[in-house]
């Protein structure tokens, strides 16, 4: 049983953004009545779990050791990181990949090693190290 708290914070997280909403005594504490002014205090943040952009995320990674920029490309989105935690229940995966691939279990949770670079291939995308073998091969064509 929640016990009612007298000021805080509540986090509301969609797909698309984050509402930061503190509160006291039962009332929202804030002045902003727009999304462009909660963007400027940072009440609304465009990180949600399913549609954010990797590369929305951070500039640079360390990726096997080595640091790395992420690439500026819709190649992978936050639901295929929860997709891989186990955090995203299928039933609110309700977006399509960055690359209209099948989210099914057969291509993002199949086990074997070979499979699991084949999950983590729109990750890996971002980076520049494309793992999947057929990703690999396009990548040589086209550069």
């Known amino acids: ?9 509540l986090l509301d997280i ?3 953004t984050t509402d930061v ?11 902003s009545r727009s999304d462009a ?6 009440e609304l943040v465009y990180h949600g779990v399913a549609r954010t952009p990797l590369c929305a995320l951070a500039r640079r990674i360390e990726w ?8 500026n490309e ?9 997709r891989l935690t186990g955090e995203l229940d299928p039933a609110h995966d309700q977006h399509p990949s960055a690359d209209n691939a099948a989210k099914d279990d057969r291509h993002t949770r199949a086990p ?9 291939r729109r990750q890996c995308r ?15 064509r086209t550069a």
């Open 112 to 120: 074997g090693p070979h499979d699991r670079a084949r999950r983590a």
């Open 74 to 82: 819709f190649f992978a989105t936050t639901a295929d990181v929860y």
């Open 1 to 9: 049983m929640a016990l009612p708290a007298r000021e805080g914070l």
């Open 14 to 16: 969609g797909s698309t």
């Open 21 to 31: 909403i503190a509160f006291r005594r039962g009332h929202v504490v804030t002045e």
């Open 37 to 42: 002014h909660r963007l400027a205090t940072g």
């Open 64 to 71: 096997k050791g080595v640091p790395h920029n992420v690439m």
């Open 126 to 140: 971002a980076v520049g190290s494309l793992r999947a073998g057929v990703a690999r091969s396009a990548a040589g």
